[in-house]
């Protein structure tokens, strides 16, 4: 199909709508940049728009991308023993406090930013209704993103193999009450619950983060 663009200043059309090239996707892309006329303060809290369900990968990308930039997120290598080590993510005080991060976040089996701050957003939201939230956790042989109440397993879905990740939701059933599959694609999700067995769907939550975040 064809590739199209429009630019909008103040509710009005910079220019009419124009074709700028050739494209295999679908939908439509919308990039908005709040005036400060309108708006008067344009400061963005991302922990709140987490909270309301805005933050999904695509946003929290960008703020990898404006950390990375303004030098605020460092990346490094831990050494954890002769099997290999894992990744950490240093984040600088100035970057804690303009956007409620936390200072450090440690994510392992070759997760990446985007992933560690969804998964970081969700441990906030059940930690703000007063629940224990263990990061990392063991069950089994086998480790979960997060762990509430010793009772609710956690995964953020967003790699390419669902067949791998039904594995993994499989085997902590059976330690956990209920397993939690959140993540930020609906077609994604689709294809990790049809790889898992009927019987168990029914002590399984697949969910879009938004989803989460706004329960």
Known sequence: GKKYHMEFRGGVPVEPLKEIGTTERRGTEVHFLAAPQTFGSIEFHYDI?????????????????????????????????????????????????KYGLKKKLVYSRGADFEHSYLVANIERHFEAKGKTVEHEALLGSHRVDSLVDRSLAIEVAIGNKPSEEARGVISDLEHVQRVLLAGNDREHLDHVGKALPRELLERIDIKLFCEVMDG
């Open 49 to 97: 728009l987490a909270k309301q369900g805005h933050m999904g990968w695509d946003k929290a990308a960008r703020l990898r991308q404006d950390l990375e930039k303004a030098g605020m997120l460092k990346v490094h290598s831990i050494r954890t023993g002769a099997r290999g080590g894992q990744k950490g993510l240093e984040i600088t005080d100035e970057a804690y406090q």
